[in-house]
């Protein structure tokens, strides 16, 4: 009987699941198009890849851990859960959930305290993937007494040894991410994949808004549009901007806000249109047109909050 000697990728691409996957990443978040095209791209791999052990040809198992550099509010949480569900639905990862860890979770304060929170943390993790936000901050080269060089050790032996049960993806800052593995070059050798998520566009945040206000069944009035527009200009001027998260947050206030006006009128029937609508008042009585962001002071302190 003679084996089979084609592939169906597009049959593959379909019935796998991953098609789906990627469509949901493309509709839920706006732009990042080099992003997106890196997943595409890897996802391709992945698929060619099976085509290959399919054929019996020579398949050299792909490099997956991954780094993700970004500011905050870029989308680097929400693509790691959707690269983990590609990976499942390929074979590669058993399970396909996502472990976030900090440096809290994966560094002890004491001798021997270490190396069984990062174990741990890894056995969460097994097939699936191990998101390690602020990756830099395992790294303290100033501190003779710090024990994040221990947890990057064990993190490098997992990453080598155990690559088909665990993926790890390491996210931060770019500048920080870049002396974090210039410092560590045994690190940035297993890390195959870099992906750098920008900044939005101003017209890339209002879209953010429009379809955050869209899903909780809210509109901006066209006087709190133009008001909407010149927030998000001042506020990415403003120390903390972190992206879709600020935009999120200025959303939540603007709601409030309108929950207190229409509060204060109670003694008129509140109409449907009243409910839904968010006004300009809502937006401009935001700090930030006061050049304030609430959780910092003129003085330069850091309260708790971060936006407004």
């Known amino acids: 009987m003679t084996k089979e000697q084609s592939f169906d990728l597009a049959d593959a691409y379909v019935n796998s699941g991953v098609q789906d996957v990627l469509e949901?990443?493309?509709?839920?978040?706006?732009?990042?198009?080099?992003?997106?095209?890196?997943?595409?791209?890897?996802?391709?791999?992945?698929?060619?890849?099976?085509?290959?052990?399919?054929?019996?040809?020579?398949?050299?198992?792909?490099?997956?851990?991954?780094?993700?550099?970004?500011?905050?509010?870029?989308?680097?949480?929400?693509?790691?859960?959707?690269?983990?569900?590609?990976?499942?639905?390929?074979?590669?990862?058993?399970?396909?959930?996502?472990?976030?860890?900090?440096?809290?979770?994966?560094?002890?304060?004491?001798?021997?305290?270490?190396?069984?929170?990062?174990?741990?943390?890894?056995?969460?993790?097994?097939?699936g993937v191990l998101f390690i936000d602020e990756a830099y901050y395992l790294y303290?080269?100033?501190?003779?007494?710090?024990?994040?060089?221990?947890?990057?050790?064990?993190?490098?032996?997992?990453?080598?040894?155990?690559?088909?049960?665990?993926?790890?993806?390491?996210?931060?800052?770019?500048?920080?991410?870049?002396?974090?593995?210039?410092?560590?070059?045994?690190?940035?050798?297993?890390?195959?994949?870099?992906?750098?998520?920008?900044?939005?566009?101003?017209?890339?945040?209002?879209a953010i808004a429009s379809l955050l206000l869209e899903a909780q069944h809210y509109r901006l009035s066209a006087d709190a549009q133009e008001a909407f527009v010149e927030y998000i200009e001042r506020r990415r001027l403003l120390p903390f901007f972190a992206n879709a998260r600020s935009i999120r947050n200025a959303i939540d206030r603007a709601r409030l806000r309108q929950a207190s006006r229409l509060f204060t009128r109670m003694d008129q029937p509140a109409t449907r249109d009243d409910?839904?609508?968010?006004?300009?008042?809502?937006?401009?009585?935001s700090r930030v047109f006061q050049g304030e962001v609430e959780g910092y002071h003129q003085n330069g302190s850091v309260a708790n909050s971060t936006d407004s």
């Open 24 to 127: 949901q990443l493309d509709r839920e978040l706006i732009g990042l198009v080099p992003v997106k095209t890196r997943i595409h791209q890897i996802a391709a791999l992945l698929l060619v890849d099976q085509a290959r052990k399919h054929l019996d040809l020579p398949s050299t198992p792909p490099g997956l851990h991954m780094s993700f550099t970004g500011r905050p509010g870029t989308g680097k949480t929400t693509v790691a859960q959707r690269m983990s569900q590609i990976l499942h639905r390929l074979g590669y990862l058993r399970k396909g959930h996502v472990v976030s860890a900090t440096r809290d979770d994966l560094v002890g304060q004491y001798v021997g305290h270490t190396a069984p929170k990062t174990k741990e943390m890894l056995k969460r993790a097994q097939g």
């Open 140 to 206: 303290k080269p100033d501190n003779e007494r710090d024990y994040g060089a221990e947890a990057i050790e064990i993190l490098l032996q997992e990453m080598e040894n155990n690559r088909s049960d665990v993926v790890v993806i390491f996210a931060g800052y770019k500048d920080r991410m870049d002396t974090f593995y210039g410092s560590n070059p045994g690190l940035s050798s297993r890390v195959a994949h870099h992906l750098d998520f920008p900044d939005y566009s101003n017209n890339e945040l209002m």
């Open 275 to 285: 409910l839904i609508t968010i006004e300009s008042s809502d937006i401009r009585a």
